[in-house]
């Protein structure tokens, strides 16, 4: 072959590389295909050639992006033989957090119709990340801003937190002193209901055998109460003795399912401007699995309604509630700031062994009849709240709840709750217990039956 056909061969191999690398790089294609435009308030940093998806399939590639008055506009190139219809919805998605962009798809209805070829549709507006991450710092700015804002006494939240957790301890430490010198005469007492017990076992296993004999005519008591009449007499005295032997067994376990918590809630209202803090204090008696009673003081220590414009909630109300737990719901009724009420918890992930009982929403709903003018408002619907709450610790929970949801003057707060439980009280309520569970069985009234709440 001689030279020149050598270097000929050479430049047209080369010509073909390179209309193969144009080919390539400029993402060309020979299938046919048809274009529609998509218009956007923000085009969140979208970019020439990007892919056009449909469920996750490209189907097409961004054209061109251009400015029609305050709108972006984008040129779609689409694949012949694919569908769009009216209802579709378009928006710019991406591949991972700083990850390239893309125009998503979602497709519509067929009985919408087909978007035709040259149209142009609405995209549906999409924030993009930087400006979410900036508008939740700012957020969290504020509401620490708030937390370190003084209240109308001239404190901060953690200072009036502080002074709420001092006055319970100063309670629980004079309940303590109370307890410690009562405790003697207490584990005298419980060591003589052991004795009792014991006792009252070894008698119904004798009366076991002496009902036994009374059901035959041989020795000496079957032959001595022979009478039908002396015989039934003296199986009725045996069955009561076992009566009375089942309702100690039943009521000492229920002293040990006995527990206690003290709950003290810290709440913060901080919108509008306003500078409000509430402290709720309650107890929480729970005498076995799955049942509850809770009473407590909301609102506790103000001494006016009209602590602030913005404050429509009544001060030192009370709390009454009969509760029962089931797999991840709380169910409760009775009184709720002095006035009937329901309230529902749900907390999503008890069953999981990493985030059970981290997060729990709450809902209440309340005074049903309300009719009443605060702060010049009137309000004539019932009172509902809702919340969230996440578990820090055993004995610190953080959340966030809004008052009156269903008015115009709702109260968003920041919610602090602290728990936690009291064993000296749970021993005293048991104990109470026991004593109404013996003050039972020694009334002449009594049928000798044993029941549960």
């Known amino acids: 072959m001689s030279l020149e056909a050598r270097v000929g061969a050479f430049v047209l191999l080369g010509l073909a590389f390179l209309g193969l690398a144009v080919l390539l790089l400029g993402n060309y294609t020979f299938g046919r295909r048809y274009v529609i435009y998509v218009t956007f308030q923000d085009a969140a940093n979208l970019a020439k050639k990007a892919p056009v998806k449909l469920s996750g399939v490209q189907i097409g590639n961004v054209q061109d992006l251009t400015l029609s008055g305050r709108l972006a506009k984008a040129e779609l190139a689409i694949r012949k033989g694919v569908p769009l219809y009216r ?12 990850g390239s962009k893309y125009l998503d798809i979602a497709q519509g209805r067929p009985s919408a119709g087909l ?3 040259g149209e142009t549709v609405a995209g549906v507006e999409s924030i993009p990340l930087d400006k979410e991450v900036t508008t939740a710092l700012k957020k969290v700015e504020k509401l620490l801003d708030d937390l370190e804002g003084t209240n109308q006494h001239g404190q901060t939240l953690a200072e009036n937190l502080r002074d ?7 309670l629980t430490a004079n309940l303590n002193d109370l307890i410690a010198s009562s405790k003697p005469h207490l584990e005298k007492a419980m060591r003589q209901t052991d004795d009792i017990s014991g006792k009252l076992d070894k008698l119904l296993d004798r009366s076991n055998h002496l009902v036994a004999s009374l059901n035959t005519n ?20 045996v069955q009561s ?7 100690v067994n039943d009521v000492l376990a229920r002293l040990q399912q006995f527990r206690v918590w003290w709950n003290v809630d810290e709440r913060y209202q901080y919108n509008n401007g306003s500078d409000i803090s509430h402290t709720d204090i309650g107890l929480k008696i729970q005498p076995r699995e799955g ?42 009724a009775g009184v ?23 997060f729990s929403f709450m809902g209440r709903s309340y ?62 309520f048991g104990l109470a217990t026991f004593g109404a569970a013996g003050a039972k069985a020694r009334s002449p009234n009594n049928g000798g039956g044993t029941g549960g709440p």
């Open 336 to 358: 709720i700031r002095s006035a009937g009420g329901v309230q529902l918890t749900w907390t999503p992930f008890y069953k999981s062994s990493t985030w059970a009982n981290r």
């Open 291 to 332: 049942r509850y009673y809770y009473v407590g003081i909301e609102n506790a220590g103000l001494t006016s309604n009209k602590v602030s414009p913005l404050d429509f909630g009544k001060p030192n109300t009370v709390d009454g509630l009969l509760g029962w737990t089931t797999g991840a719901f709380d169910l409760a």
């Open 241 to 247: 003795v076992k009566q009375a032997a089942g309702t």
């Open 218 to 237: 041989e020795g000496a008591v079957g032959t001595l109460l022979h009478d039908p009449k002396v015989k039934e007499d003296v199986k009725q005295a």
């Open 115 to 117: 978007i035709e070829p």
């Open 164 to 170: 709420t957790v001092r006055n319970v301890r100063e």
């Open 367 to 428: 005074n049903f009849n309300r009719n009443v003018i605060i702060n010049g408002v009137h309000f004539n619907q019932p009172e509902t709240d809702v919340g969230a709450l996440t578990r820090i610790t055993k004995w610190l929970s953080l959340g966030w709840r809004v008052d009156d949801v269903s008015t115009a003057e709702r109260r968003f707060e920041a919610w602090l709750h602290v728990p936690f439980e009291d064993r000296d009280i749970a021993y005293l």
């Open 87 to 98: 209802d579709a919805e378009f928006s710019v998605g991406s591949t991972g957090i700083i």
